[in-house]
């Protein structure tokens, strides 16, 4: 890792916590001060988040860029504003928003300074097919900080996709989203105060990316492809739900995901030849010289959702039910029982679906 760009390490670390990827073409060590914008919008009514970052001269995810104006467009001179999140900073959010297909879409990013962001368009592409999930229990063997080997329970997702036609080829990245309820330790008071759980919200295996070309003609199904393996802990004390998007993307945007998936799972030594560059969409409107990192894109998304509770977990793999839970005798207590809210991506209110 000590060989790559600090520009690549950042942008990794902006890939697994900001939810979704962003790439740009890095040719030299970074100083700090590049944009880096992720973002997409497909087929489905749902509120949409574009991420706004600043590269910083160190190893770590950007800063958030506040006070930018963002607007999505479409090639029939429609026009969409993003607000400004309340609950995270560098975030800019659009409401009840569901693109079409064969329509392409762009968004405009203009930062506080004046400088003016796009991406290129992106049309969006023909359905993803059919989606169905199962999932199954194992153990792993993982190395603890001190050493040793330690026996780990999992639960493995994994989705069947069905092609919809053979005429063209379609380009299929899935991802797991968990969202589970957590309810903190309720101490006893002389008001009876019962304090409110959290519902979290997280990438169920964010370290994974899950792509599949379906050739015309030739691979129309795809079986028991894993997608996430997710540790079982507390999350799966009460109800985990776990929702997987099946969704068609662009050739343009296959390609990026795939080199992105090059450059974040590369094992191999110093005499490897390195990754390619990743080249993403976005561009400074007024200065080329200015590089912006990043990939805004639009897909054809369809997704499978599904809910485990402890009664589902075979009692080998199941959590403590008592992680929280008060006893008289009982002195210390994880931080997330005495505050939920610690829990990353965790919010008091939950889905309308939960």
Known sequence: MSNFPRSLIQLALFMFLAGCLTPYEIKTMNAGGQIVIDGYVSTLDQTYIVEVGITTSISRKPFPANGAQVTLYDDQSHSFQYTPSTRYEGQYELNGFQASQGVSYFIEVILKDGRILRSYPEKVPAGPGSLTTEYGFERKGITSPDGYSVSTPYVDVYVNALKNSDSDSIYLKWDAISTYIFVPTNFPDPFGVVPPPCFVTQKSDPQRINLAKLNPNRTTELNRVLVARRFVNYSFITRHYFTVYQSSLTFSAYDYW?????????VGSVFDTPPAPLIGNIYNVNDPSDKPLGYF??????????????SDIPNEYAPDKDYCTFRFDRIIYPDNCLDCSTLANSSYVGPDWF
Do not use: E
């Open 258 to 266: 795939r080199k992105a998936d090059l450059l974040t799972n590369r």
């Open 297 to 310: 894109q639009a897909t054809n998304s369809t997704f499978s959702r599904f809910f485990l509770i402890h």
